[in-house]
T-cell receptor, first 111, second 115 residues
């Protein structure tokens, strides 16, 4: 089955700097890669997703890149703000259509 | 719009006790899911229901049972709780089903401790 590894587990950046979170997956048939943000005490919320026929997708300060050959994808947050502080999860939909999540990255944006 | 509502928010059980976690969604979604979240392990799928009347096992189904009571409600039951089931449980729903690539809507979670 699919295995998703996520790095780093914690990330601390200065406000205004960029943050990058990386994930790798094992199932070459996976074709859907969403990113979820979880704020303290709340459930995860989808912030961006990418499909396997696209290499990059942007939404304001957030972008996701996908390298199917290397089987990795990354979340890029530019001009970070304190409200970006949260836990971020990557995920990959495997060949049995289940969404497999990474272990999460705790992002802290220092004012 | 309430979205996905889970009850209770917190629960403490003794080993061997049973309980049911309740989940309801008001978005007329077809699919519903139960995940557990443990430190350093992300979210793992316990069971899912692709449509009313159907349920299937996820990654970690042992020790759990589910019921899709109707289109709105999907409950998770622990028949004999064990300390290994201490976790945060999330219910989620999606409009269509597993074969589509679409957004999951999550509830706010149930923090369960088994002593």
């Amino acid at each position: 089955g699919e295995n998703v590894e996520q790095h780093p587990s914690t990330l601390s950046v200065q406000e205004g700097d960029s943050a990058v979170i990386k994930c790798t997956y094992s199932d070459s048939a996976s074709n859907y890669f969403p990113w979820y943000k979880q704020e303290l005490g709340k459930g995860p919320q989808l912030i961006i997703d990418i499909r396997s026929n696209v290499g990059e997708k942007k939404d304001q300060r957030i972008a996701v890149t996908l390298n199917k050959t290397a089987k990795h994808f990354s979340l890029h947050i530019t001009e970070t703000q304190p409200e970006d502080s949260a836990v971020y999860f990557c995920a990959a939909k495997d060949s049995s259509y289940k969404l497999i999540f990474g272990s999460g990255t705790r992002l802290l944006v220092r004012p | 719009n309430a979205g996905v509502t889970q009850t209770p928010k917190f629960q403490v059980l003794k080993t061997g006790q049973s309980m049911t976690l309740q989940c309801a969604q008001d978005m007329n979604h077809n699919s519903m899911y139960w995940y557990r979240q443990d430190p350093g392990m992300g979210l793992r799928l316990i069971y899912y229901s692709a449509s009313e009347g159907t349920t299937d096992k996820g990654e970690v189904p042992n020790g759990y049972n589910v019921s899709r009571l109707n289109k709105r409600e999907f409950s998770l039951r622990l028949e004999s709780a064990a300390p290994s089931q201490t976790s945060v449980y999330f219910c989620a729903s999606s409009e269509a089903g597993l074969t589509t690539n679409e957004k999951l809507f999550f509830g706010s979670g149930t923090q369960l401790s088994v002593l």
